[in-house]
């Protein structure tokens, strides 16, 4: 691509093999891993022929001026398995830093001027194995750096068990969720949920803003099984005001609590509604996170300047911008202008999942 001076850029390729010091390790690692996708990863497998990667360290007496001192790419006659060589100046047996007496560094030095470069390779194997390792370690635990998607990184890893769902069963029954959860894992830790973490979880997923409204009752059904009746027997243990109800249900001022999404645009708001695109996932997300047994609804509040007007038309929206009403959903009575604040709906999302 050419720069703003309109001339080409170099392949990154070029930049390596001519300006390799110029590059940070773990950057010119990773493009070098892009260029052999097949290879396995530095330190992943016990064959270091196998790895995208060959890794050797400087010998010299001088001081390197950067961390990297050069990379040698392959040739074009070499082979699709010839690896390319990266000299790094920070980790080796000889040389200025390395433990060897200057005596031995010396003469490995005149041993390579010789041609003679088995006591070097012989020292790369051990240096390759430290900074694949090396490598590995600070791709690992930094999930920035990581070529894997998040949840398969260490990190990613760690966040999903601390949330209760890093099992292979869960990561599957999740697959489309896992996005979700990784940035929120840790207002899924512990026992408790909250108001204020469900708002924020649903703030860091929808990106729209949320409030929580607890304690809205509802009335409970009960079994016949459960009702109380007039026996003669002496066995029966319910008692008025304390184990009994008298009817067929009862008020529960805890059974449940209303999300409150908004105000919302016209469009955001219609992908909330059931079929939308963003339905079921904020249902998935709300029944994930509240207590079981929990009932919850959504209420879906609309810019009041957003009410669409009615008008008997079907298929997509029209040229004049009106839109097909939604009983029920996108459609208010109204005489002039809509009185109310932000025109509403609610949702019945059912209950927690156990």
Not at 67 to 86: H, K, M, N, Y
Not at 107 to 113: F, G, N, P, S, V
């Amino acid at each position: 691509m050419a720069s703003a001076r309109r001339r080409p850029q170099p392949p990154l390729t070029e930049a390596l093999r001519d300006e390799g010091h110029a590059f940070d390790f773990v950057q010119a690692v990773r493009l070098l891993e892009r260029l052999r996708p097949d290879a396995a990863r530095p330190g992943t497998v016990p064959d270091a022929d196998a790895e995208a990667v060959r890794f050797r360290s400087y010998v010299g007496l001088a001081f390197p001026a950067s961390d990297l001192v050069s990379v040698t790419l392959p040739g074009s006659g070499e082979g699709a398995r010839a690896q390319p060589v990266v000299e790094v100046a920070f980790v080796g047996l000889a040389g200025l830093q390395g433990p060897l007496p200057r005596p031995d560094t010396e003469l490995l030095l005149e041993r390579i001027r010789d041609g003679d470069t088995a006591f070097r390779d012989f020292l790369d194997i051990i240096h390759h194995r430290l900074l694949a390792f090396a490598y590995r370690g600070r791709v690992e635990r930094r999930t920035g750096l990581a070529l894997d998607t998040p949840d398969d990184t260490a990190v990613g890893r760690l966040a999903l068990d601390l949330a209760g769902v890093g099992t292979e069963a869960f990561r599957r029954h999740l697959a489309d969720e896992v996005e979700v959860l990784l940035p929120s894992a840790g207002l899924r830790v512990g026992p408790r949920r909250t108001a204020a973490g469900l708002e924020r979880l649903l703030f860091t997923v929808l990106g729209v803003r949320a409030r929580v409204r607890q304690f809205v009752g509802r009335w409970i059904g009960l079994e016949p099984g459960q009702q109380a009746r007039i026996t003669r027997d002496r066995t029966a243990t319910a008692r008025l005001g304390h184990d009994s109800v008298l009817g067929a249900r009862f008020w529960d001022q805890s059974a449940g609590v209303d999300i409150e999404l908004g105000p919302l645009t016209l469009e955001r708001f219609e992908r909330f509604l059931p079929g939308g695109a963003e339905h079921g996932r904020v249902a998935a997300v709300v029944r994930r996170y509240v207590e079981p047994g929990l009932a919850v609804r959504l209420r879906l509040r609309l810019e009041r300047d957003q009410v669409p007007p009615a008008a008997l038309v079907g298929g997509p929206p029209a040229a004049d911008g009106h839109r097909p009403v939604r009983l029920g959903w996108t459609t208010w009575l109204r005489a002039g202008r809509v009185r109310t604040d932000h025109p509403e709906i609610v949702l019945d999302l059912g209950a927690g999942a156990a």
